[in-house]
């Protein structure tokens, strides 16, 4: 397979005009269709947290504990994914709706809309990949990709990500004030504190909704009640962790380094997003319970367009993606999963520094040569 | 007062980060108290161009006062629009509905859509009624209206007004329209006229007779034009030559005036590039195109109000840069100068804080 294919800097442009061109049409034919979609969303999302908060109530009755848990940990999947994370991109402000719209939206999540909008939207999907940039990679708490430097530390990953995965809200909550940033010197104290007591409160707000001010309301059912909301919250995180983990880490997503994003064309930005991202294979229910995030590769190249569309480009992207030979990372749930976990129990010991050339297929060739022209003149010498 | 406010908190803190209104809002769009809705209960055409849309406020609703304008907004093929309606019908919302009156524009997005695509049952979203385009306090003995097109509807509101109130002063009404036909509200109109004596109506149909109504012919119709407490709603044309003859008279102050199109003046210079700091957004923007124009098809979050310069809704503040006034094509704008999007373009590179 190596060797097949051998992207130039022409291919590259090429590609990535394709893609603006894609961009285009689907923005074009934007419309009423899409905006009844994201309604329905809302409304469906909504009526199942009251209705199982409701139902909750008489949590005495254990079918009655089940069906309002159910209902309520799919209405915070869908939450924090298809709604929250796509509205604060910014994909449903060409409706120009005051209360469906980037700048005026706040989620059901520990970090605050605000701080998610610069971490996420701007450091990592402009970042996307990037080693010593991209605070995405692993959460500057995990080893996800052989670069990254060995530490010690990293012998009890396979633990604290089974831990990060319950408590993920939160862990992104902490993640978003960059401590290690303030740690390192990188970003001043004073900065890192307000917006780490910002998402304090904003978090108090919510572990008060759901663990006092709710049990309190259900009276007699009050632990019942308490432990719903609790298992919730945990199946959404661990839902959000899994799905999230998917879609940088599963085998064959590369990393790149700060002198390789130099001065980069349009058409190698789209080629990062490409193989920095891997999606997820699933039924039409199961991506908008990903928040369409399974179509991780179409939203890296175009975090900005609806979700809902992300289905419909796909087998363009691939079939791109074919024409030039660049690799387009898909796989089941249970693959690309199982992929994630193979790779942290695997660089929570030392080694390698990078992937064996002939297991990593023959990827880091190709992205080497995409940006090969980009490469300092003293290297070259 | 304080009980309100502790019962709005505690199901606040049952809803965060939401609203209760978000969820009362699921059972019935009419019942959010913070952004107010309208749903459409009847259509009725007037003309072959022009409809009257008939809408049931919902909570919270201001009355209007005749001769005021509501700022509609409706959503057209998933994109929200906004424009300013005047209200055609009378104070006092008999039935709990009021109505505004449309007519078709050339090049429109809204008005096409409201004449001949919305249906009974669509939900609106509505602001309260403002504008200064009524009725003083103390009604003057003789008034004047000069009309043209669907700048009737205003003066509709007031005539209807005070028709329901059996109450009707000395009263000219100048009105042009294309034809007899195309007079909205016209058979209305002259049935008012047969019924009250006060009110005479002057009908100026232009295709028939060369041209619209110059204000010496208005001088021919209603000889004491100048000691009439006066209105004028029309196209900007008409406008302007009341207003400039109001002026030579000396009497500028008798005459209001109400216009829902900027009076643009500038051609429009080199334009640049807008950057709208606080959404992150950056766009090119041509030196004639309103800067709220700019913001909205940027899918900025524009605060926008009348579009003609009047309201100060739109205003931002101006964090770098300067910008053309649209209507005198006069260059301005410091660092920290509150600027009126909506008529205002981008003179070179700025920066805009929203």
């Not at chain 2, 009105?175 to 109109?189: M, Q, W």
């Amino acid at each position: 397979m190596a060797g097949t294919t051998q992207l130039t800097a022409v291919d590259v442009e090429e590609f990535g005009r394709a893609l603006d061109r894609l961009r285009e049409e689907i923005l074009a034919s934007l419309g009423e269709g899409d905006a009844r979609y994201i309604r329905r969303v809302i409304t469906v999302q909504r009526s199942l947290e009251a209705g199982g908060r409701a139902v909750m109530f008489a949590s005495l009755l254990p079918p009655a504990w089940l069906a309002g848990t159910a209902m309520l940990a799919t209405a915070k999947i869908l939450e924090n994914m298809e709604i929250g994370h796509n509205v604060l991109h910014g994909q449903w402000d060409w409706m120009r709706d005051p209360e469906i719209h980037s700048t005026v939206w706040e989620w059901d999540s520990g970090s605050s809309a605000e701080q998610w909008k610069h971490s996420h939207n701007y450091v990592h999907h402009t970042y996307t990949n990037v080693l010593g940039k991209d605070r995405d990679i692993g959460y500057s708490a995990l080893r996800v990709h052989p670069e990254q430097p060995w530490h010690p530390l990293y012998l009890a990953q396979p633990l604290y990500n089974l831990m990060l995965a319950v408590v993920f809200e939160w862990g992104i909550a902490i993640y978003d004030s960059e401590l290690e940033r303030a740690w390192r010197g990188e970003k001043n104290w004073a900065e890192t504190l307000t917006q780490l007591s910002t998402a304090l409160r904003k978090g108090g707000r919510q572990v008060l909704k759901d663990y006092v001010a709710f049990p309190l309301l259900a009276g007699p059912a009050f632990l019942p009640v308490l432990f719903g909301n609790l298992t919730a919250n945990t199946i959404r995180n661990v839902w959000a962790h899994m799905i999230i983990f998917c879609g940088h880490f599963p085998e064959g997503a590369e990393v790149f380094t700060e002198e390789q994003i130099e001065g980069e064309t349009r058409g190698e930005w789209y080629l990062r997003q490409m193989l920095g991202s891997a999606n997820i294979e699933g039924s039409a229910l199961f991506h908008i319970l990903t928040g369409n995030l399974s179509f991780q590769i179409e939203h890296h190249l175009f975090p900005d367009l609806p979700s809902n569309r992300y289905a419909q480009i796909a087998p363009e992207v691939r079939a791109l993606c074919a024409r030039f030979g660049i690799p387009y990372n898909t796989g089941s749930l249970p693959r690309q999963t199982s992929s994630v976990w193979k790779r942290i129990l695997r660089l929570a010991l030392p080694g390698p520094a990078r992937w064996p050339v002939d297991l990593g297929d023959d990827r880091a060739h190709r992205s080497e040569h995409a940006h090969a022209h980009r490469i300092p003149a003293e290297s070259v010498v | 007062m304080a009980v309100g406010r502790f019962l709005r908190e505690a199901a606040t803190s049952l809803t965060t980060p939401l609203l209760p209104d978000d969820y009362l809002g699921l059972i019935d769009p009419l019942w959010s108290h913070r952004r107010l809705r309208g749903r459409v209960e009847a259509l009725r055409p007037e003309t072959a161009d022009a409809a009257t849309i008939v809408i049931r406020p919902g909570a919270g609703w201001k009355e209007h006062r005749a001769g005021q304008y509501v700022r509609v907004g409706v959503d057209v093929d998933g994109v929200w629009q906004w424009r300013p309606y005047s209200v055609s019908s009378p104070p006092g919302r008999p039935g709990g509905t009021f109505s505004i009156t449309v007519k078709i524009l050339v090049n429109g997005r809204l008005s096409p859509y409201l004449v001949e695509r919305i249906r009974p049952g669509a939900i609106v979203r509505l602001e309260h009624p403002q504008g200064q385009f009524v009725l003083p306090r103390a009604l003057p003995e003789r008034l004047l209206f000069v009309t043209a097109g669907s700048g009737i509807t205003p003066v509709m509101s007031i005539l209807r007004g005070l028709a329901l109130g059996d109450e009707m002063p000395d009263v000219v009404l100048v009105h042009s329209a294309p034809t007899r036909d195309a007079v909205i509200f016209g058979e209305e109109l002259r049935e008012l006229a047969r019924r009250f004596p006060g009110l005479r109506l002057h009908e100026r149909h232009t295709r028939t007779r060369a041209g619209r109504l110059t204000m010496t012919e208005l001088a021919t119709v209603c000889p004491d034009w100048a000691e009439r407490a006066a209105w004028a709603c029309g196209p900007p044309g008409l406008l302007a030559d009341a207003e400039a003859r109001w002026r030579r008279a000396g009497i500028a102050d008798r005459l209001r005036v109400e216009r829902f199109r900027p009076v643009t003046a500038s051609e429009g210079g080199a334009g640049g590039r807008v950057r709208f700091a606080r959404s992150g957004r950056e766009v090119d923007a041509d030196g004639d195109a309103p800067l709220l124009v700019v913001g909205e098809s940027a899918g900025v979050l524009m605060p926008s109000g009348c579009r003609t310069g009047v309201c100060r809704s739109c205003v931002a503040r101006l964090l770098s840069g300067r910008v053309r006034d649209l209507r005198t094509g006069r260059e301005h704008g410091d660092t920290d100068d509150h600027i009126q999007t909506c008529v205002s373009a981008t003179a070179g590179d700025i920066e805009i804080d929203l």
